[in-house]
Structures are given as C-alpha cells and as structure tokens.
C-alpha cells in the first residue's frame, strides 16, 4: 500500500514538475504564425466609389475587420499620396481623410509628393501637436527628405518608426522616390530636397536592428519599382530589407526579388495590397504578397458605418458641389479635356498661345455623365493659378513639342509671343519658361475656376457639354471678374 501511495505521489510530482517547466517556455514563444501587412497607396483622396474605386468605407470595412480579429499581428500602412485629388479632400485640405485613416486603423503613412501641393505644412500640422488641427494617431515617414543643404527632416515627419507585432519588433523606414522634387509646384518644395532613399534605407536598417532590436525591416516608399527595388534587393545581413511597399506609379504589381516581396497597389482605393509573413520561432519562413479587389472579399460589399459618417459629416458641408449642371454629350477623354484648358486659358487672357500638362487633368468623361463642380475637380484637382507671360518662340515651341497640350499657333522662333499656362508648367526648372520670360502676371483665378465658369455657360448656352464647342468668351464679364475671383466656397 505504501509502495502504491509513494508511486502516485511520484508520478503526480514528474506530471506537475513538467508541467511547470512548460509555461515559461511558452511564455518566452508567445508568437503568432503569420504576421500580415495591408496596404494601400496612392488614394487620392478617393473616399467614395464615385471617385474610381470602391471607397473607403467599404475599403475600411474590411481593414477595421482584420484589425479587430487580429490586432497583435496585424499592420495598416499607406504608400503616400492619400489626400489630395478630390473635391471632397481638398476642400478640407485631407483633414477627413487624415481621420478616416485613424478610424480605419493605420499605422504608419509615408509622403508622396502630393503632400506638397498645398504646401508641406498645411499636411505636417496634423502630426506636429499643433493645437489648431486635427492630430494623426498614426505616423508620418520619410527618412530622405531634408531641408536643402541639411539633414534636418522638417517637422512632423519621421525617419522610421517602431511596432510590435506578432511577439516581434517591425522596423519601418520612410522614403519618397528619388528626384520627385519635379513633380512638385516649383515654390512648394523649393526649401526641400529629396536625397537618394537607397543608401539611407541601409544605413536605417542596419541601425533598426544593430540599435533598436527589430527582428524585422520594412520600406514603405512613395516610389516606382523599378530601380529602387533592384538596389534595395542587394542589402545584406543587418541592413536586408523584409519587403517594399512601392507607390506612385499607380500600377497593380507584384515582384519577388529572391525572398523579398515588393508590392504598388494601383490607386483610389481599387485594391488592397498584402502581405502575409509566415513564422517560426522569431523567424520569417514564407512571405506572400497580393493585391485584393471588391470581389474579393464579401467585407468589401458593405461600408462601415464610422466611416461612412466621417465622409457624410464633412459631405454636407459642400454638398451643393456635388449638383449636375449639365450633361456630357459625347466621350470627353484626357487628352481632350487637356487640350480644352489649354485653349480656355488662351482665350480668356487673350494671348497668343496656351499650354497646359497632360498630367494635369486627371479623369475622363463619358457621354450622358452628369457634370458638376466635383466633377470638373476630378479632372482638374490641382489648385493652380494661371500665368501669363511674353516667352521666346523657341521656348514656345519645346513646350508644344512635349508632353503638353496647346491652343497652338504657327510659332516663329525668333519672335516672342504672350502665353498662358498654369503656375506647375511655368515654375518647373525642366523648361526654361520662367528664366527667359518677361512681362510676368501671377493671375488672380485659376484654370479650376475658368473652368467653373465655362461648365455654367455651355449649360446655359447649350444645355450639354462638349470640348468641341466653339469657346465664345465675348460674355466673359458676365460670369467673371478677375479682380474678384469665383467662390465656390
């Protein structure tokens, strides 16, 4: 008997003593199997489906779920250019948009370079304490823009940041594309430059792992693919990058450059991109990379409802804007409409010539469309003054050769001649436009409200919308006085 008892009390001492040794152990591994990373990039303050893709309310709907089911292995990242674009962001200059990425659950976002077209700081104040504007839950990266002829990284923004997730520390480096200082209103980014993010994003990584412990190194760009990503792919050891989240190129891609996954998830909110890192023991195993769309997913089918709010709250303000004026008789594709601004600038500042940037008009029309003042912001989302100035033929006519629409002439290239254009083309140090002109008048409207103006003539002249319409701007002081600018407040 008393072999038996001290048999069972034995075996119950082995069974608890093993036990007790299994707890920490699993403490000490308390990971989870995958770690997965959403993305977009590029939204352009596409808040709803009538902006091109599916919105983000149903977008959000879908993200804020994966959050919820898995918020210790989970990250929301977006790739830049996420506010302007849009009537309804621009207007508020991206504050709902700012709020809906909070709402949605994002972590980190990195600059594009249309965060600078209404100037950087009207951006940075939502992520710079300043009492007066909403403040961002999430950060604001870019480690390679400096102010020119420093290292200081302007305010608001960060080099990198840090999360835990999935029992590991994730190190995320910023970084705007390489010489993407052109792409920007001149003025806007004169204080700036952007230095080449490669060696940056390897000295970061190295010093994310050498100094602040993180097991693994993102690289969340507002940059093509291309080049960047072949550079990157040749980091070793502690400066490896994990995977590249690109942007700006709009494109829906994938790579894989050896183990390492890069991703671009088109723009306007058309996909989510994601990658999903299967672990071991602290270690990735498998990294998988693809771009969801609405048919994806039955979340995508429903929009949530704090989102939806956040958009109709800041929507009734401006709803008005939203009102068809008139209706599209015929398709109206990007190059007509680019021809079009061109020729109404030319025409209402009676000069000799107009030009204006292809990629300065932004959407199409189809035929039957209703047209409203949203509309025209669609297409024309950038808010640039007109110019004019006296420019030498031979300047003219590389502007007419390139990529640029004109209310062309005959040009001689000996002559000058008065043109009209939008402030991007005439501050942009790719042509010598503004070095070589005289007689400079910074106008008090821009091209947007010539087009306003147009919009509500054709809907009155001829009940429809057409580019090919003779353009009679003999009522011009009816509609428009420059010295008292249109208000569509």
């Not at 050891?237 to 790579?255: V, Y």
């Amino acid at each position: 008997m008393r072999n038996l008892l001290f048999v069972t009390t034995l075996f119950l001492t082995v069974f608890l003593l093993i036990g007790c040794e299994d707890t920490p152990a699993e403490e000490e591994h308390d990971t989870h199997d995958t770690l997965d990373i959403y993305y977009m990039n590029d939204l352009h303050g596409a808040l709803t489906p009538d902006e091109g893709g599916m919105g983000m309310a149903r977008a959000g709907n879908f993200l804020i779920d994966e959050k919820e089911q898995n918020p210790d292995s989970t990250l929301i990242l977006a790739g830049g250019d996420m506010l302007q674009g849009t009537l309804i962001s621009n207007h508020f200059y991206g504050e709902n948009t700012t709020k809906i990425m909070d709402k949605v659950g994002f972590d980190a976002a990195a600059v594009g370079n249309h965060e600078f077209d209404w100037g950087l700081e009207k951006v940075t104040r939502y992520y710079t304490d300043n009492a007066d504007a909403y403040q961002a839950e999430h950060d604001f990266l870019a480690a390679n823009i400096v102010y020119e002829g420093t290292d200081t990284i302007p305010e608001g923004i960060e080099p990198y940041a840090m999360y835990e997730r999935s029992g590991l520390n994730i190190g995320i480096i910023g970084a705007i594309g390489y010489g993407l200082e052109s792409s920007i209103l001149a003025p806007m980014v004169e204080d700036c430059e952007f230095k080449d993010p490669v060696p940056i994003a390897e000295e970061k990584a190295e010093y994310l792992r050498s100094e602040k412990g993180a097991d693994i190194v993102l690289l969340l760009t507002h940059a093509g693919p291309d080049d960047l990503n072949t550079r990157v792919s040749f980091f070793e050891e502690e400066a490896r990058i994990d995977a590249i989240f690109n942007g700006h190129t709009h494109q829906e891609r994938i790579d894989y450059l050896g183990d390492m996954p890069a991703i671009e998830s088109g723009s306007n909110a058309e996909l989510i991109g994601h990658v999903q890192f299967t672990l071991e023991d602290g270690e990735i195993q498998n990294a998988v990379a693809n771009n969801l769309d609405e048919n994806d997913d039955s979340r995508f089918d429903t929009p949530h409802p704090d989102v939806t709010a956040i958009i109709d709250d800041y929507r009734q303000e401006i709803d008005h804007l939203f009102d068809p004026v008139t209706q599209a008789d015929g398709n109206q594709e990007r190059w007509h409409l680019a021809d079009w601004m061109a020729r109404i600038m030319k025409k209402s500042t009676d000069a000799d010539v107009g030009i204006h940037n292809y990629g300065g008009t932004r959407d199409n029309i189809s035929d039957g469309d209703d047209l409203s003042i949203a509309k025209l912001y669609d297409i024309f989302p950038f808010d640039n003054p007109v110019v004019t100035s006296e420019a030498p033929g031979h300047i003219i006519q590389d502007l007419m050769d390139s990529n640029n629409y004109a209310a062309k002439v005959d040009i001689d290239p000996d002559e000058t001649y008065k043109i009209a254009t939008n402030n991007y083309i005439f501050h942009n140090e790719r042509n010598s436009l503004e070095a070589l002109s005289e007689n400079i008048i910074h106008k008090e409207f821009e091209m947007f409200e010539l087009a306003v103006g147009i919009l509500d003539w054709k809907a009155d002249t001829y009940g429809r919308f057409d580019t090919t319409d003779a353009i009679d701007l003999g009522y011009y002081d009816t509609w428009f006085d420059p010295e008292d600018p249109l208000e569509i407040e």
